[in-house]
């Protein structure tokens, strides 16, 4: 429905965009003005500030909460790292339980050595603290008393509490009021320690309310990235705006360092859910430090597969070309004392983690797991929740997955100039094979759910195949008839399939999935967007058999930060860093829609009023405006 009435006019600039898009967030944070000056150059071994960061938030997130399955397999920091300054000859050796960096006055012109030989050490700033031993800059928040004992801070946040009390008091945390008032065993830990004038928790917790007991007053102290020119999406339809919203600042509480799962549970990064949260990022951020270190901790598991899930090892490869789309190859991620350009670096880890993933591709171009069990004691495929996916069936969306991770290494080696490419490419060329002589049924037109099965009735094989350009830009009918959603059970997957119905012409009924999916999270109200829909009849928080097991801060579930510019306006980068771009609008039922996309060029504003589009793009940016609908119904 559309709702112009409530915003009569239609922004004309960047800035008026921004600031009418904060009505609809419900982030609680002031736009600026908080966090300390973070400038002391440290220097770290390459790949050494991420793994020292993943290890500390890991840590962190089993130590806070009750309930957490995330595989062990994650990479460790070294235990010892070298640093020299070949041209003065000055020579640092860190010790045994201390952190594997050091700080400098001049940065410049430094080598580190974790073991593997001596290379560029890469800068980081921070303060006297090194910068993985610090958390986003720290914004005070006074919850509102809502009832006697309970309060609120008006949106979910990841932080601590203070509270002002002559003795210890009784401290419940909760994502949502029902959390927060459960005497069930709580999925947070809410230990005090005494500090200058009360006490504090002795943990960051990810939460919205809190109940104390024995309290005269309480702040929240929590964290959170500031963001000097985000983006923002607008429409004439209220709803929209909400959900754009909301999913935006999911994505912003989300940023903790690396891109986690949620802030209550789990606080860690995982694979699957960068390769989408790439995607929001991108729309509403811009943070390419956040996802470039977040792939960089996650692509050197200590063994086996990353988050112990095959596909997951899949989408790490996937999502270092969509950081190419999305954030370019031209700019060094970080100072020049970084070492290689972005390109060069992430080829190289691209073609040494594929090693990872060769062995158990077989002569037939068919990717086999090993049993190397996964985070919950599973199988190594997880594809999404209820996805049935033995060890011992070959599953044909795990394969379509194999083929777009193949083509999208072959893609990023083949333009970095790197010999792996030929590999890449040779390996792609059999899997695909195999996948169209086993896994497509021509006679139905249509994917089936296993390699030379005869159901075909899975959605996955189906979004999947359209988002891996495996229909080219002309999707079959059958194709797209066979995204069902309703068979879609996760956010995570739910993202995805609506990006393949618009990708297959069905923009309407994507877009009407978005209001449908999300909105009913938004009467429950929330803050933030879960972990999981809510199901009739079924507690809204209720999750792995527990009353509250379900996280309402999930990085996974924020996909409409990106689906509502790329459907609405129809906003498409077709080439690296957003240097080409795609407008092609479908406003449908709203009167208006406009965008302020944060590209490595600058803001990127796209208006659609009516039949009128207008694009304003910063140099280094070319506009392709098609004004024909991508919509079949």
Same mark, same amino acid.
């Given at each position: 429905?559309?709702?112009?009435?409530?915003?009569?006019?239609?922004?004309g600039?960047?800035?008026?965009?921004?600031?009418?898009?904060?009505?609809?967030?419900?982030?609680?944070?002031?736009?600026?003005g908080?966090?300390?000056?973070?400038?002391?150059?440290?220097?770290?071994?390459e790949?050494?500030?991420?793994?020292?960061?993943?290890?500390?938030l890991?840590?962190?997130?089993?130590?806070?909460?009750?309930?957490?399955h995330?595989a062990?397999?994650?990479?460790?920091?070294?235990?010892?790292?070298?640093?020299r300054?070949?041209?003065?000859?000055?020579?640092?050796q860190?010790?045994?339980?201390?952190?594997?960096?050091?700080?400098?006055?001049d940065?410049?012109?430094?080598?580190?050595?974790?073991?593997?030989?001596?290379?560029?050490?890469?800068?980081?700033?921070?303060t006297?603290?090194?910068p993985?031993?610090?958390?986003e800059?720290?914004?005070?928040?006074?919850?509102?008393?809502?009832?006697?004992?309970?309060?609120?801070?008006?949106?979910?946040?990841?932080g601590?509490?203070?509270?002002?009390?002559?003795?210890?008091?009784?401290l419940?945390?909760?994502?949502?009021?029902?959390?927060?008032?459960?005497?069930?065993?709580?999925?947070?830990?809410?230990?005090?320690?005494?500090?200058?004038?009360?006490?504090?928790?002795?943990?960051?917790?990810?939460?919205?309310?809190?109940?104390?007991?024995?309290?005269?007053?309480a702040?929240?102290?929590?964290?959170?990235?500031?963001v000097?020119?985000?983006?923002?999406?607008?429409?004439?339809?209220?709803?929209?705006?909400?959900?754009?919203?909301?999913?935006?600042y999911?994505?912003?509480?989300?940023?903790?360092?690396?891109?986690l799962?949620?802030?209550?549970?789990?606080?860690?990064?995982?694979?699957?859910?960068?390769?989408?949260?790439?995607?929001?990022?991108?729309?509403?951020?811009?943070?390419?430090?956040?996802?470039?270190?977040?792939?960089?901790?996650?692509?050197?598991?200590? +063994?086996?597969?990353?988050?112990?899930?095959?596909?997951?090892?899949?989408?790490?490869?996937?999502?270092?070309?969509?950081?190419?789309?999305?954030?370019?190859?031209?700019s060094?991620v970080?100072p020049?004392?970084?070492?290689?350009?972005?390109?060069?670096?992430?080829?190289?880890?691209?073609?040494?983690?594929?090693?990872?993933?060769?062995?158990?591709?077989?002569?037939?171009?068919?990717?086999?797991p090993?049993?190397?069990?996964?985070?919950?004691?599973?199988?190594?495929?997880?594809?999404?929740?209820g996805?049935?996916?033995?060890?011992?069936? +070959?599953l044909?969306?795990?394969?379509?997955?194999?083929?777009?991770?193949?083509?999208?290494?072959?893609?990023?080696?083949?333009?970095?100039?790197?010999?792996?490419?030929?590999?890449?490419?040779?390996?792609?060329?059999?899997?695909?094979?195999?996948?169209?002589?086993?896994?497509?049924?021509?006679g139905?037109?249509?994917?089936?759910?296993h390699?030379?099965?005869?159901?075909?009735?899975?959605?996955?094989?189906?979004?999947?195949?359209?988002?891996?350009?495996?229909?080219?830009?002309?999707?079959?009918?059958?194709?797209?008839?066979?995204?069902?959603?309703?068979?879609?059970?996760?956010?995570?997957?739910?993202g995805?399939?609506?990006?393949?119905?618009?990708?297959?012409?069905?923009s309407l009924?994507?877009?009407?999935?978005?209001?449908?999916?999300?909105?009913?999270?938004?009467?429950?109200?929330?803050?933030?967007?879960?972990?999981?829909?809510?199901?009739?009849?079924?507690?809204?928080?209720?999750?792995?058999?527990?009353?509250?097991?379900?996280?309402?801060?999930?990085?996974?579930g924020?996909?409409?930060?990106?689906?509502?510019?790329?459907?609405?306006?129809?906003?498409?980068?077709?080439?690296?860093?957003?240097?080409?771009? +795609?407008v092609?609008?479908?406003?449908?039922?709203?009167?208006?829609?406009?965008?302020?996309?944060?590209?490595?060029?600058?803001?990127?504003?796209?208006?659609?009023?009516?039949?009128e589009?207008?694009?304003?793009?910063?140099?280094?940016?070319?506009?392709?405006?098609?004004?024909?609908?991508?919509?079949?119904?």
């Open positions: 429905m559309s709702e112009h009435s409530q915003r009569p006019t239609v922004p600039t960047a800035t008026e965009i921004r600031q009418r898009a904060q009505d609809f967030s419900p982030a609680p944070f002031p736009e600026q908080y966090g300390e000056s973070r400038g002391v150059p440290w220097l770290y071994a790949g050494e500030y991420e793994r020292l960061l993943m290890h500390r890991v840590t962190e997130g089993f130590a806070a909460n009750t309930n957490v995330y062990e397999n994650y990479a460790r920091p070294a235990q010892a790292v070298r640093f300054h070949p041209a003065s000859g000055a020579l640092h860190t010790e045994p339980g201390d952190p594997t960096a050091l700080r400098v006055e940065e410049h012109g430094w080598e580190a050595d974790a073991g593997s030989g001596w290379s560029p050490a890469h800068v980081r700033r921070g006297d603290i090194p993985h031993l610090l958390d800059p720290t914004a005070a928040i006074e919850p509102q008393q809502i009832a006697p004992g309970l309060f609120d801070v008006g949106a979910e946040v990841l601590h509490v203070f509270c002002r009390a002559d003795r210890r008091p009784v419940r945390t909760g994502e949502s009021r029902d959390e927060a008032l459960s005497d069930a065993p709580p999925e947070s830990r809410h230990d005090l320690v005494a500090v200058e004038g009360g006490w504090r928790s002795a943990h960051r917790l990810g939460f919205r309310y809190l109940r104390l007991k024995g309290v005269e007053q702040r929240v102290e929590a964290n959170v990235r500031p000097a020119t985000p983006g923002a999406f607008l429409c004439s339809d209220a709803t929209l705006s909400t959900i754009w919203g909301t999913a935006a999911t994505t912003r509480l989300c940023q903790q360092g690396l891109s799962d949620g802030v209550k549970r789990d606080r860690m990064p995982w694979a699957g859910d960068q390769a989408l949260g790439l995607l929001t990022n991108a729309f509403t951020l811009a943070d390419v430090r956040s996802a470039a270190d977040t792939l960089t901790a996650l692509g050197s598991p200590v +063994e086996g597969y990353v988050n112990g899930l095959a596909d997951y090892s899949l989408w790490w490869v996937i999502a270092q070309q969509e950081m190419r789309t999305y954030f370019g190859d031209g060094r970080g020049a004392t970084d070492g290689l350009p972005g390109l060069a670096r992430r080829a190289s880890a691209v073609d040494e983690f594929l090693d990872r993933i060769f062995p158990d591709i077989g002569e037939d171009g068919v990717l086999r090993r049993g190397l069990g996964s985070f919950a004691g599973g199988g190594p495929v997880l594809i999404d929740w996805v049935d996916a033995r060890v011992d069936e +070959e044909t969306a795990l394969q379509v997955l194999l083929v777009w991770a193949l083509a999208a290494a072959t893609r990023l080696l083949t333009d970095a100039d790197h010999p792996g490419a030929s590999r890449s490419s040779a390996l792609h060329d059999r899997a695909l094979v195999s996948l169209w002589e086993r896994g497509w049924d021509d139905v037109g249509a994917w089936r759910t390699l030379g099965g005869a159901d075909t009735d899975s959605p996955y094989p189906h979004l999947l195949a359209v988002l891996a350009g495996l229909h080219g830009e002309s999707v079959p009918t059958t194709v797209a008839d066979s995204i069902d959603l309703s068979q879609v059970r996760t956010p995570f997957m739910t995805f399939a609506l990006r393949a119905l618009h990708r297959s012409g069905r009924e994507a877009l009407d999935g978005v209001r449908s999916r999300w909105k009913p999270m938004l009467d429950m109200g929330a803050s933030t967007f879960w972990e999981e829909f809510p199901h009739d009849g079924e507690s809204p928080f209720e999750m792995y058999g527990r009353p509250f097991g379900k996280s309402l801060c999930h990085g996974w924020a996909a409409p930060a990106a689906l509502l510019p790329e459907i609405v306006l129809g906003l498409r980068p077709l080439d690296s860093g957003w240097s080409t771009v +795609e092609r609008p479908l406003l449908a039922d709203l009167d208006w829609a406009a965008a302020v996309v944060p590209t490595p060029h600058g803001g990127l504003v796209v208006i659609a009023d009516g039949p589009i207008r694009a304003d793009a910063p140099d280094g940016i070319r506009v392709i405006v098609r004004e024909d609908s991508p919509a079949a119904e």
